[in-house]
């Protein structure tokens, strides 16, 4: 889409983005997992099958298993029973199979006809109802994959189907890459925890308990290294210590740019900062760079903006893709469909905005309503919203209108 006209010193979302993917380094290294521990991890090398899939010629239906030479109108006598989990049979000549799904289908049967369709006479001879085909509802041995076919690559994120592919291949323990750990720290002297009393002028910390749940659930390790104050000496030892203990540093609040907001000043006295402020709204104050020396040996730090729904669009935007690329996983390209605004609305100036929204689907098309208040500290809306719409710089909403709609899905690990 086209960004409209940016405000000096930003970057723009999509260069700040692709810098952010190029940036990512996939963590080295590999370990054993279990298939029930490894449900979200990501693949360390690529799989191959070990088994032709099916293993065998089976029965894709319950019911009978034939020659369809030898169907006529004397019908064929019940011979053999084959249930799931037999082995391979013989089918005796001039007979037919009762025959289970999933069970072996006997060696000279080129049919299986659902029992629906059969009829059994007094003398329990099978007659067919209607016409059957050959190979009907038999699945091929190896029809699905050969034994040495590629299965999953390395970089797959172990999704349930795919534990279930695994699992289908009596693959018990895969390779998978070890889990990111991210150092978390909350900068402010404002702010309190949940559950302590309430004084003027105290903020609870919503980002702490809102960026592990988001790490967490994109598994990675977090270790929670609580609130620091705003002060650089204070944030210089939390930056060094997280430092030698973490493959990422995430902080939130201070990286604006008043006397009090300390990252930046620290993040370049201890290293580098590669880029700072984008053109989105919220989520401007975002910052990026190494502790070290500076160079991508260092260990990356992103700065969250203080505000809580700034920092979530951050995370959704810039922050999970890198984190993504490090976890070895393939970051795709944001997902966005046109979807009509059902409110009109002035547009920001030289930023894009991502409002959130939610869709009303009670009409013939799809309509994107603000969720509630857009403040960057409204947690509100943000709570309720099904995606973003996301308006160019310097574009005002215009009810009836179609816009870029990011369906909040895509960032849900
Ligand atoms: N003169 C300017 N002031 C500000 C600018 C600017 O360009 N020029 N940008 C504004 C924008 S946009 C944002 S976003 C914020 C970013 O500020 P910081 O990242 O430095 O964050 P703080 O100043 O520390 O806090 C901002 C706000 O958020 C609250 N906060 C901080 N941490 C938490 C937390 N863990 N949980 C809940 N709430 C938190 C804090 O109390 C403040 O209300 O700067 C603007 N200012
Ligand atoms: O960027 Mo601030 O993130 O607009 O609230």
């Known amino acids: 889409m086209s960004c409209g006209t940016l405000a000096k010193g930003l970057l723009d979302l999509d260069v700040a983005r692709a810098r952010m993917i190029v940036a990512a380094e996939p963590v080295r290294g590999e370990e054993f997992a279990t298939l029930e521990q490894a449900a979200g991890r990501v693949l360390a090398r690529d799989i191959e099958a070990k088994l032709d899939m099916p293993g065998v010629d089976n029965s894709a239906m319950d019911g009978y298993a034939l020659r369809l030479a030898e169907l006529s109108d004397t019908g064929l006598p019940v011979v053999l029973r084959v249930p799931a989990g037999a082995g391979v049979a013989i089918l005796p000549e001039g007979g037919c199979a009762r025959i289970f799904t999933g069970a072996p289908v006997p060696e000279g049967a080129d049919c299986v006809v659902p029992q629906e369709r059969v009829q059994l006479d007094e003398a329990g001879r099978v007659h067919v109802v209607g016409e059957a085909k050959l190979g009907a509802n038999i699945r091929r041995c190896g029809e699905e994959y050969r034994a040495g076919d590629p299965l999953l690559p390395a970089g797959w994120t172990l999704n349930a189907a795919a534990l279930a592919l695994l699992a289908s291949q009596g693959i ?68 060094a210590a997280a430092r030698d203990g973490a493959d990422l540093v995430v902080c939130t609040g201070g990286v604006s740019v008043g006397e009090e907001d300390h990252v930046r000043p620290v993040l370049d006295a201890l290293g580098g900062l590669w880029f700072h402020g984008v053109a989105i709204k919220p989520g401007k104050a975002f910052a990026f760079g190494y502790l070290d020396d500076g160079s991508t040996e260092g260990v990356p730090l992103i700065g969250l903006p203080g505000n809580p729904v700034a920092s ?36 920001s100036p030289g930023r894009r905005e991502l409002l959130r929204v939610v869709i009303d689907w009670q009409g013939d098309q799809p309509l994107a309503l603000l969720s509630g208040g857009q403040g960057s500290h409204m947690l509100h809306a943000a709570s309720q919203a099904h995606g973003y719409l996301m308006m160019a710089a310097d574009t005002d909403v215009e009810e009836g209108h179609e816009y870029h709609y990011l369906p909040a899905g895509q960032f849900v690990d």
Request: hydrophobic share 40%; aromatic share 8%.
């Open 172 to 239: 018990a323990e895969v390779p998978v890459l070890p889990r990111l750990k991210v150092a978390l720290i909350s900068t402010g002297d404002e702010l309190i925890e949940p559950g302590e009393p309430f004084g003027p002028g105290r903020v609870y910390n919503s980002n702490r308990v809102m960026l592990k749940a988001l790490l967490e659930r994109a598994d990675c390790a977090v270790w929670d290294l609580g609130i620091i104050a705003d002060d650089p000496q204070a944030l210089r030892e939390a930056f």
């Open 312 to 347: 979530l669009v951050g995370w959704h935007l810039l922050a999970r893709p890198f984190v993504q690329g490090c976890q070895g996983r393939n970051v795709g390209p944001l997902q966005q469909y046109r979807v009509r605004a059902g409110f009109s609305r002035r547009g």
